[in-house]
């Protein structure tokens, strides 16, 4: 079965750190764009961040631009997070996609099951 696996989530204070990784089951990431993607509870789902096959292009969303940090080694993507606030609190999502560029990226497949993130104050 194919499917990616979201790692690493949990509760941290405002202003912590939090490390995700997504790695893959049932195929190999190395040769897809993989992006990081949110949802808060009553929201839609958004997207974050992305980083291409290459390793050469990341995309990050306005909100987590300088706190946020994706990166790739062999098979797992992963995602640092510092100063994180009241407001990032939601479930993270990974995904493959079509591509990854540093202003946007292509449609999303291949979902995990989510890690929840949660800040208090």
């Known amino acids: 079965q194919v499917q990616l696996v979201e790692s690493g989530g949990g509760l941290v204070q405002s202003g912590g750190s939090l490390r995700l990784s997504c790695a893959a089951s049932?195929?190999?990431?190395?040769?897809?764009?993989v992006g990081w993607f949110r949802q808060a509870s009553g929201k839609e789902r958004e997207g974050i961040s992305c980083?291409?096959?290459?390793?050469?292009r990341t995309y990050y969303r306005e909100s987590v631009k300088g706190r946020f940090t994706i990166s790739r080694d062999n098979s797992t993507v992963y995602l640092q997070m510092n100063g994180l606030k009241l407001e990032d609190t939601a479930v993270y999502y990974c995904?493959?996609?079509?591509?990854?560029?540093?202003?946007?990226?292509?449609?999303?497949?291949?979902w995990g099951q989510g890690t929840q993130v949660t800040v208090s104050s």
């Open positions: 995904a493959t996609v079509g591509y990854c560029y540093t202003n946007e990226y292509g449609y999303p497949n291949n």
């Open positions: 049932g195929f190999t990431l190395d040769y897809y764009a």
């Open positions: 980083i291409s096959s290459s390793n050469t």
